[in-house]
C-alpha cells in the first residue's frame, strides 16, 4: 500500500444518515483551518466523499 493510500485510509470518517448534511470541518473534529464546506455524500454512487481543503475522506454507512 503506498502512503498516499495509508494516509487516506487513516483519515477516513464513518458517518451516518442522522449526521447528515455533512460539513468539514465537523463540529466534533478538529477545527481545521479552512472554512466550513458541506459535501454533498449522499449524491455519490459509492458513499465516500473527500473534502477538497484537507483530504478527510467521509464515508456514509447505510443503516439497515
Do not use: Q
Not at 36 to 51: A, G, M, N, Q, V
Amino acid at each position: 500500500m503506498s502512503l498516499n493510500k495509508k494516509k487516506k485510509a487513516l483519515n477516513t470518517i464513518i458517518i451516518h444518515k442522522e449526521d447528515l448534511p455533512l460539513a468539514c470541518p465537523r463540529e466534533d473534529y478538529l477545527k481545521l483551518s479552512h472554512p466550513k464546506i458541506f459535501l454533498p455524500i449522499e449524491k455519490k454512487t459509492d458513499k465516500k466523499i473527500e473534502c477538497p481543503y484537507c483530504s478527510t475522506v467521509y464515508e456514509l454507512k447505510e443503516d439497515d
